[in-house]
Each structure stands twice: as structure tokens, then as C-alpha cells.
């Protein structure tokens, strides 16, 4: 079994435009190194488990590769590994003893209690080093940003240990970036604004930009601009997909809070708080001074109103407009969005905004640890 070191040398290798990995990988040992459980089926008793040279879907994958299989149903997991020449599937543990390899392959099926998870975490283990980029270090042995020629920083910006600051990205004054976190390319990061430690944002998205706030003049019923001197607060472990618009606050500041998941093309406007570990999927539009609690899930291209307040582990739905304030656990579709949780009957749409189950409690708000930030000084 190969150790932890020697694994992390070919992960932290680039792969090939298709996917593939310069060396193999022993997908056993990656199991075993992770700590999770497994039941395996082989269909041969020589097995080979460590000739696997990159992840793909069922129906893309060969001979080398590694692929899960994301049914729990028995009929339709039998359907696609039947067609699928994948080395090694990961599969749910309830089908064990229901599907088989593939007839005349030689393949293996794992089986573990959430194949997502486990497949998300080989990739992790085998694409990426600990971190984005490696770490560099001066002179003195400390570890240092790495920040491409082209990006513009100010002189009263504040960056963490190992940060990454990609080409031609903008970050202004008295800004404060926190240890491990990656900032992409052409990314414009304006004055007052705090980001935590470990957050991820890619390429194109904007944070602290005025926000979209007018007054009619009463003379010449002219718009006149209402000043922004707010910031914006973006709490640990949180990651911005690209081309996403983060307004900062007019008067106090725009927060996102700790862990939360911000997809593509999102717009968050001024004074907007979100909760922690919140995901808000692509084309969400969050109007400004809403409020938004623990946990909530946005599904795609959902709208809410301005200054709407919305509860912990609250799911809307695709498309829907939210004009009204929602209760904690609720699940809202439609437009205008109404609630729907009376008719749900999959745990699976609970589980994505953190229900153990439909009768699962409240989650009381941590508001001491909320939205903190720390950076070495």
C-alpha cells in the first residue's frame, strides 16, 4: 500500500486535457487513507485495484478509469453499470448483494453510504495538492503570497500566509484577505473588504462595488446616487464561483457568513446578511437588506425581494420569487413563491439545506462565532 507521501506526489500533478493522471493511483489505499467504509466486489479474485488513471462518468469511462453510480435504485444502478466499462464503481451500500460487474469485464464495484461524497473526495485526494499552488518561502523560511505580476494591489491592503492572487485582479484599499485564500484571475476586490481564511473566489466576480441605491430629486425628479460607505464581510471557508457582484453596504456593511457556497452569476446587493454554510446556486438574485439564515438553500435563477427575511434551513425553489418573509424549514416555489413543504416527500430536498428529516429541529444561530475573521497580524 502506498503511503500518504507517495500519493501526494503524482496528485499534485497536472492531468492530461482528458482527464488522466501521469501515474496510476491505488484506489483501496485512497479509501483506507481517508477512513472510509467500504464492502468490495471483484470480478476477478486477482483483481488488480491499482491501475486506475482518472475519474469519469459511467457512460465516458474505460478500462483506467474510476466512477460512481448515483442511483439507489436497484433497476436503474443494474441499467448503467451493465453499460459501463469502468474499472471501479463506487455505488450506494444498500444495492451490495443487487448489482454486479459487468458481465466479461474486469471490474469491481465498492460499495460505501454516500458515493458522491466519497468520489468528491478521491478527486480532491488525486487532482489537487493541499493547496491551489505550492507554497513558496522567502529567506527567512515564511511562508509568502504568490501574487501575479499583473494583479494591482494597494499599499493598505492586508494578505494572509499563502494567498494566491491571480493575473490582472484589483484589490483596493485597506482590504484584509485572510491566510489560504485563492483569489482568481481579474477579479476586483474594492475598499473595505474583509474576507476570511480558506475561501476560494474565481475568475471575474466583483466584491464591494457600490450598490444600486437612488433618490428623485423633487425639483428636477432627477435619480441621484445614495453613497455607499459600507464594506463587505466574507467570513471563513466560503467559496464565489466566477462572475458573481457583491454590493458593499451604504451605511453598514454587506456579510456573507461563515462556510457558505455562492455558485456563478449570483448578485448579493447592499446590506444583504447571509447565514453560515448557506448554498446559493447559479443566477440567484438577492435584493437589498435581506436577511438570510443558516443553511438556506437558492435553487437556479431564484429571486428575492428587497429587505425580505428569510429563516434557518429555508429552501426555495428554481425560479421562484420570494416577495414575503419565510419561516424557519420552510420550502417556498413559484412565483410569487409560496410553501410547498406540506407536499414534499423526498428527504433528499431536506438533506440539501441540512435536514436530518422532515421533523428535524430548528438550528439555533451561533451569533458570537458568526461572520468572524481572523489574519495574522
Known amino acids: 500500500m502506498p503511503s500518504r507521501h507517495s500519493k501526494r506526489t503524482h496528485s499534485s500533478s497536472i492531468s492530461d486535457n482528458k482527464g488522466r493522471l501521469p501515474s496510476s493511483f491505488d484506489i483501496v489505499s485512497i479509501l483506507s487513507n481517508l477512513g472510509i467504509k467500504y464492502s468490495i466486489y471483484n470480478s476477478k479474485e486477482d483483481f488488480d485495484s491499482t491501475s486506475i488513471y482518472g475519474v469519469k462518468d459511467l457512460k465516458s469511462a474505460s478500462s483506467e478509469d474510476l466512477s460512481f453510480c448515483s442511483f439507489d435504485d436497484a433497476e436503474k444502478a443494474i441499467m448503467g453499470i451493465s453499460k459501463s466499462n469502468a474499472r471501479v464503481i463506487i455505488c450506494h451500500q444498500s444495492l451490495e448483494g443487487l448489482v454486479y460487474p459487468r458481465s466479461g469485464k474486469q471490474q469491481c464495484l465498492i460499495f460505501v453510504k454516500n458515493p458522491r461524497m466519497v468520489v468528491m473526495k478521491i478527486i ?10 505550492k507554497k513558496k518561502r522567502n529567506r527567512q523560511n515564511e511562508e509568502i503570497l504568490i ?14 500566509k499563502n494567498c494566491t492572487i ?4 484589483k484589490i483596493g484599499d485597506k482590504c484584509i484577505i485572510g491566510d ?6 481579474r477579479v476586483i476586490i474594492e475598499q473595505n473588504t474583509r ?15 457600490d450598490g444600486f441605491a437612488y433618490e428623485r430629486l423633487e425639483d428636477t425628479l432627477e435619480l441621484q446616487r445614495f453613497p455607499h460607505i459600507g464594506g463587505v464581510v466574507i467570513s471563513n471557508n466560503v467559496e464565489i464561483c466566477s462572475n458573481c457582484s457583491i454590493a458593499r453596504g451604504s451605511l453598514s456593511d454587506t456579510i456573507i457568513g461563515e462556510g457558505t457556497k455562492i455558485d456563478a452569476l449570483v448578485h448579493i446587493a447592499h446590506n444583504v446578511e447571509i447565514g453560515r ?7 440567484t438574485i438577492i435584493g437589498g437588506s435581506t436577511r438570510i439564515g443558516d443553511m438556506c438553500w437558492t435553487g437556479l435563477n431564484s429571486t428575492i425581494k428587497h429587505k425580505v427575511k428569510i429563516g434557518n434551513k429555508v429552501i426555495i425553489g428554481s425560479g421562484a420569487s420570494v416577495i414575503n418573509n419565510i419561516d424557519d424549514e420552510d420550502i417556498v416555489a413559484g412565483v410569487p413563491a409560496k410553501s410547498i413543504k406540506h407536499k414534499v416527500r423526498s428527504n433528499q430536498l431536506f438533506l440539501m439545506a441540512g435536514h436530518r428529516s422532515h421533523t428535524s429541529n430548528g438550528l439555533k444561530r451561533d451569533t458570537d462565532n458568526n461572520n468572524t475573521i481572523s489574519i495574522e497580524k
Not at 126 to 133: A, F, G, K, M
Not at 147 to 160: C, D, E, N, W
Open 124 to 133: 480532491n485526494e488525486i487532482y489537487y495538492s493541499p493547496s491551489v499552488n
Open 147 to 160: 501574487v501575479s505580476p499583473t494583479a494591482t494591489l494597494s499599499k493598505s491592503a492586508r494578505i494572509g
Open 166 to 169: 491571480g493575473n490582472f485582479t
Open 180 to 185: 489560504n485564500t485563492v483569489v482568481g484571475d
Open 195 to 209: 474576507i476570511g481564511k480558506n475561501c476560494i473566489i474565481q475568475p471575474g466576480t466583483v466584491i464591494g462595488a
Open 277 to 283: 454554510h448557506c448554498a446559493l446556486t447559479a443566477g
